[in-house]
T-cell receptor, first 112, second 112 residues
Framework: GEDVEQSLFLSVREGDSSVINCTYTDSSSTYLYWYKQEPGAGLQLLTYIFSNMDMKQDQRLTVLLNKKDKHLSLRIADTQTGDSAIYFCAESRDFGNEKLTFGTGTRLTIIP | DAGVTQSPTHLIKTRGQQVTLRCSPKSGHDTVSWYQQALGQGPQFIFQYYEEEERQRGNFPDRFSGHQFPNYSSELNVNALLLGDSALYLC???????????FGSGTRLTVV
């Protein structure tokens, strides 16, 4: 079945890099996503990666995918206080309207 | 341009009651998906509606039902409420033929 796992908490000093990790079990996962959820808000898509890619960079965000180990990571460079949020890893078998399977989320806390 | 609008924002119901949650999709979107997010968990897919029909369904009992109207808005109905139904219910809209999930801020349902 589908399962997506993440560590629950991460604390990082302001200005350092944050690395949030995720593992998934579904070998049919084709697209992998990172979402951000701030208090009282819905989910905001940060970035996604197709399973035939190893890396994707978008400004301060870098996504690394190890398909063999089914491991996904999100690196946030120069972490700021505004990055405090819960970050969810998600997967789907197709793009478009396939249902998303989410991890439990990682709460990122920034230390001033 | 309004995004996804959900109502109400908060709701308290008693065990055994029935509840209806509402969602207006983002302009230009014709597909609506519903997710349940229990406290401290990632969102779980409930079902998806397109052309007023349920297209995909997650692992939720028949107590959970939905509807989509000709204007693409949608309702989620839950019958015979249980304490375990307490959660944040997220609506996401998208175009059927491409990716573009936009999440609403959710309805916080508390069952007492």
């Amino acid at each position: 079945g589908e399962d997506v796992e993440q560590s629950l908490f991460l604390s990082v000093r302001e200005g350092d890099s944050s690395v949030i990790n995720c593992t998934y079990t579904d070998s049919s996962s084709t697209y992998l996503y990172w979402y951000k959820q701030e208090p009282g808000a819905g989910l905001q898509l940060l970035t996604y990666i197709f399973s035939n890619m190893d890396m994707k960079q978008d400004q301060r965000l870098t996504v690394l995918l190890n398909k063999k180990d089914k491991h996904l990571s999100l690196r946030i460079a120069d972490t700021q206080t505004g990055d405090s949020a819960i970050y969810f890893c998600a997967e789907s078998r197709d793009f478009g309207n396939e249902k998303l399977t989410f991890g439990t989320g990682t709460r990122l806390t920034i230390i001033p | 341009d309004a995004g996804v609008t959900q109502s109400p924002t908060h709701l308290i119901k008693t065990r055994g009651q029935q509840v209806t949650l509402r969602c207006s999709p983002k302009s230009g979107h014709d597909t609506v998906s519903w997710y349940q997010q229990a406290l401290g968990q990632g969102p779980q897919f409930i079902f998806q509606y397109y052309e007023e029909e349920e297209r995909q369904r997650g692992n939720f009992p028949d107590r959970f039902s939905g509807h989509q109207f000709p204007n693409y808005s949608s309702e989620l109905n839950v019958n015979a409420l249980l304490l375990g139904d307490s959660a944040l219910y997220l609506c996401a809209s998208s175009p059927w033929d491409s990716y573009g999930y936009t999440f609403g801020s959710g309805t916080r349902l508390t069952v007492v």
